[in-house]
């Protein structure tokens, strides 16, 4: 039987770091081809800031979460020591994750992951009047676009075929593809129908700010300071089943309020630009198998997406899972194939 | 950040620190250079904790997993500190002093008798690694430093080396500023030399590209040496010189090493009040 051929769709985070761990893990025995509508800059990962910080997936259990969650860092940290660390985006970044209450004070399940997680002292509360506790730790983050150009350099480095198409229905793929990897993350709300993943809508300012050095986190979620390379990102909002794509001024307003609360300095930042992007949620990532069939014809699927707001924090974990299914349904063509034959 | 435990820098430290954090938070810290960093200080083996570890936020030691960020060193600690950038300082400083009305004049000071002749009371002399030139100094000395700047934003720690045995800022450095970071790692007492060495170049380069392997594609902005002076403590204290109608006050602020950001309002407001008690003899001497 011929090579299986692996069509990869959706080029946002989760799309090509999926097509990258496939390549990665079954090396020439299947030719792998990315298919996306959309390209960085225009993903929802660029909206995104792509700190790892985990959200918590009320459908899957904490230990997989867990798992997901430092095979990612795992990864990160090895390419952050290497000298490729300033063209693939990912830089280290300490800060504070604050809270107003102590009853919403919890140690999360990924504190021993992280570097350095501690309670703040009552010094460095100081800085933060409204506020009573807080956790230190030092983290990740994925600037975008360059992690996301990155990984389509090391895709193009393993052989994977990159094309532009818009693809509104798996089945249309089925006689040019015998395993079909659905990253489509939002999109996959039209392009299977999964009624399950609905947008929360967050809105961001990127902003400059070069001397925001440590990132500051409202546990209640909403109101983030993350500095990246260039820009500082300011948030946020969830608003739930939310399309709207396009910036609300006044929105814009509050987020840069309850920043500036936070850091006074960022009355100071400059060049604010406005992004929305569409969280792709579900309660828990849709990571399965599933076979397409239409009379004699058949495509083995593996979907990967519904990561909502915590897709940089596991993407090399699901990927990972992902292309262990990927695994799997090449043995199964091999195994079918070779019944044929007898 | 090394005051070496000497009574009173860990004072000057501790009020320099308390002082700055006051303003953290207000509007003009961005146009003074103020900000928060965090980062760490690496070493070969166990040390004891620093006199500043109370002064600094969230001091702790390194976790292991953190020491697998830099190789070769086995121990560690991890802080958040105050950066002060005096090319906003300065001026920030500059226009405060000109608000309340002190005159400035670009002038060099030959000598303290020069100043007496023009009739001048107290002399505040804050004239650093020059300080020998109105009065010799033997305990001052220059400690040459030589600093690369460069382009890489992507670096959001300080990351202060320490070699037991070849001293305190001759081990690689790096510190990220709001515009550049600075690679540094040279302290050679008793060099003059405010030229650039090639050779001091390429040490800086390869062992902070050792340190941090990413630094490898970061442009190269400018390069700098200057002339830390270097005393074994802080010259703080007063002097009349001259005698009778003639004499002066005179109150010495210098010698503050590699460690001047890191003291200089304590040091301002021990200045000041010798300044005060200056003030208080001479009105009490009026009324005689």
């Known amino acids: 039987m011929a090579a299986p051929r692996v069509a990869v769709v959706g080029a946002g985070l989760i799309g090509l770091s999926t097509a990258l761990r496939i390549a990665e893990v079954n090396p020439n025995c299947c030719s792998i081809t990315l298919l996306s509508e959309q390209f960085s800059p225009n993903t929802t990962s660029d909206v995104a800031a792509g700190m790892l910080i985990p959200h918590t997936y009320p459908g899957t259990p904490i230990h997989v979460q867990k798992q997901w969650f430092k095979e990612t860092f795992t990864y990160l940290f090895a390419i952050s020591n290497s000298n490729e660390a300033s063209e693939a985006g990912i830089h280290l970044v300490s800060g504070w994750q604050i809270f107003k209450n102590l009853s919403d004070v919890e140690v999360p399940f990924w504190s021993d992951i992280v570097l350095g997680f501690r309670p703040m002292s009552a010094a460095e509360l100081q800085k933060f009047p409204h506020h009573s506790h807080g956790q230190a730790f030092t983290t990740f983050k994925c600037d975008c676009p360059p992690y996301l150009l990155w990984l389509e350099k090391r895709l193009k480095a393993n052989g994977v075929q990159i094309h532009t198409r818009k693809v509104t229905d798996l089945w249309e793929l089925h006689s040019e593809y015998d395993i079909v990897v659905n990253c489509a993350g939002i999109g996959a709300r039209q392009l299977v129908g999964d009624q399950q993943l609905f947008p929360i809508r967050g809105q961001v300012l990127k902003v400059h700010a070069p001397w925001v050095k440590n990132f500051i986190r409202d546990g209640d979620g909403l109101t983030y300071i993350y500095p990246g390379i260039d820009r500082v990102t300011l948030g946020g909002t969830r608003e739930k089943e939310s399309w709207r794509l396009s910036p609300d001024p006044g929105t814009t307003k509050d987020i840069f309020d309850r920043c500036c609360s936070l850091e006074p300095s960022l009355q100071r930042a400059q060049d604010i630009r406005v992004k929305v992007g569409l969280r792709p949620s579900r309660s828990c990532v849709r990571l399965q198998r599933e076979v397409l069939s239409q009379g004699g014809a058949k495509l083995l699927v593996v979907h990967n997406y519904g990561h909502g707001s915590g897709g940089f924090s596991v993407h090399r974990g699901t990927a990972e899972e992902a292309a262990h299914l990927v695994g799997e349904c090449i043995a199964a063509l091999q195994g079918s194939s070779s019944r044929a034959k007898l | ?288």
């Open chain 2, 1 to 288: 950040m090394f005051s070496d435990g000497v009574f009173p820098h860990r004072l000057w430290n501790k009020e320099t620190f308390e002082y700055l954090l006051g303003y953290l938070n207000s509007p003009e810290a961005k146009e003074m250079g103020l900000f928060l960093i965090s980062g760490y200080n690496l070493f070969k083996q166990p040390v004891p904790d620093p006199s500043w570890k109370n002064i600094v936020l969230g001091f702790r030691n390194l976790t292991p997993k953190e020491l697998e960020l830099f190789p070769g060193y086995s121990y560690g600690w991890f802080n958040t500190a105050l950066m002060l950038e005096c090319r906003s300082y300065l001026p920030w400083l500059t226009n405060r002093l000109a608000q309340r009305g002190v005159k400035f004049f670009h002038r060099k000071v030959e000598s303290f008798k020069e100043m007496f002749s023009q009739g001048i009371d107290v002399v505040v002399n804050c004239t650093g690694i020059r300080a020998g030139e109105l009065q010799p100094d033997p305990a001052l000395q220059p400690a040459r430093g030589q600093v690369i700047k460069v382009l890489a934003p992507w670096v959001k720690h300080f990351i202060i080396t320490h070699d037991m045995e070849s001293g305190i800022y001759s081990s690689p450095y790096v510190i990220p500023g709001s515009e550049f970071t600075v690679l540094g790692g040279i302290y050679q007492q008793g060099n003059w030399n405010e030229e650039n060495s090639a050779q001091d170049h390429k040490s800086i380069w390869e062992r902070c590209c050792r340190l941090l392997p990413t630094l490898q594609k970061a442009e190269i902005v400018q390069e700098w040496s200057g002339l830390r002076p270097a005393r074994p403590s802080v010259r703080l204290e007063r002097e009349s010189i001259g005698h009778g109608r003639s004499r002066t006050e005179v109150i010495h602020n210098y010698g503050h090493g590699g460690f001047g950001i890191t003291i200089h309002w304590g040091c301002a407001m021990a200045a000041a009040r010798l300044l005060g008690n200056i003030l208080q003899e001479k009105q009490s001497q009026s009324h005689l």
